[in-house]
Structures are given as C-alpha cells and as structure tokens.
C-alpha cells in the first residue's frame, strides 16, 4: 500500500505545511492529551503512543483517566513560529534511550499524517525527525489545531486568502489498520464524510 505525506500537501483538495527542515528547538513543559467527544466511550479518554515498529508509535485512544508519566507529549517550538500570537510547531514524544548519548537520554518523535489516495482519512503516527511533521499548535482553551496554509493550488479559495494560515480542528478517532494489527488512534477527516465508518470526530485537549 502507498501512502502519501498529508503534510506536503500531496492531496489535491489541500495545501498543507511542511515543516521540512526547519528547526523547532524550544520544547514546552510536558502534557497528556485528552479527547472531548460525544461518544461516551471516547470522551474523557486520552491519547498515548503504542508500538507500530522499532522507531515507528501510533497515536492510540486509550481509556484511561491519567497516563503514565512516559505518555506525555511535548509541544516544540521556535522563535518565528507564532500566527498572530499563538505559538505552533510540531508535536512530540520523547522515546527513552537505553543508555544516554552525547548527554540526551531520549530520542524525540514527532507526529506525522499519511494518507492513500481513496480515503479522506489521514492517519497520525510518531516517526524519528521533525521531516514532514504536521504543523500544530494550542488555541487559548488548550485545544489541539493543524494549521493549514492556503495556496495557489487551492482551486475553490478565494485569492485574498491566498498565503493565509489558518487553524483547524478535524480530529477523529477512527480504527485503522497496520501491518496486520488493528488500531483505535488519531486521525484526521480532510472533509466530508469519513470514508472509514469507525471514525467519530473528536476534539483533542491539552492537560498539564
């Protein structure tokens, strides 16, 4: 199966950004994520990484009322990253290293999207780099958006918001399959109803 990275805007109904490169080297304070939903079985659940490969997590759904420790995530920023005020960058959790090197006890992981070509549903996982990491950020209610900025290749935007980043709250909580194992994670709906019939749209909010 091919997938295709939501996050360099290889999907012809969105532009997305691309981190590429650029260095996010400020990591805030640690927090957990917890999902907001109108399904009681997914509300006031969290989100934690769980094994999907030997440098690869899936962002799971995970009832439980307080993660351990090791489950909190980082938010990574730098000095130009702020839209009008809001710091964004990308999200990461820290891997454990065996034995520290060159004074760093962990490996950092940042989230990525990927998507196939007939599904409308990206799905989210945490690989080494910060490479094609999906651009975030917190609102002022904590909440988790993807900050998407229009282009010339969005054919139906008007071309005053052209280069205008915006925020967007897309999340769903859907299962998915990898490598023969099932999956109840993160995921992202890029409109429209969800081509996978699991998905319920969730919001996503950070706790300290």
């Not at 950020?137 to 918001?161: A, C, H, M, R």
Request: glycine fraction near 6%; hydrophobic fraction near 35%; aromatic fraction near 12%.
């Amino acid at each position: 199966m091919h997938f295709f990275f939501l996050t360099c805007g290889l999907v012809a109904i969105i532009s997305a950004t691309c981190v590429k490169a650029q260095g996010y080297p400020s990591q805030s304070s640690p927090f957990f994520l917890r999902l907001n939903s109108t399904d009681p079985e997914i509300d006031g659940s969290v989100i934690m990484p769980v094994h999907a490969g030997s440098i690869r997590k899936h962002l799971a759904f995970a009832q439980v009322s307080i993660p351990d420790d090791r489950d909190r995530f980082f938010l990574n920023t730098s000095d130009t990253s702020e839209i009008d005020g809001v710091k964004t960058g990308i999200l990461v959790w820290n891997l454990p290293r065996r034995e520290p090197m060159n004074g760093l006890d962990h490996d950092s992981m940042s989230m990525k999207m990927y998507q196939i070509p007939v599904s409308n549903i990206a799905t989210t996982s945490l690989t080494l780099g910060a490479g094609d990491s999906a651009r975030i950020g917190f609102d002022s209610d904590n909440k988790l958006f993807y900050v998407w900025e229009y282009s010339l290749n969005d054919g139906t935007i008007p071309l005053d918001q052209i280069g205008r980043q915006r925020f967007f709250y897309q999340w769903q909580v859907c299962t998915t399959y990898h490598d023969l194992y099932i999956y109840t994670d993160l995921a992202w709906n890029t409109g429209g109803e969800p081509t996978n019939p699991s998905c319920r749209p969730v919001n996503v909010t950070r706790e300290f």
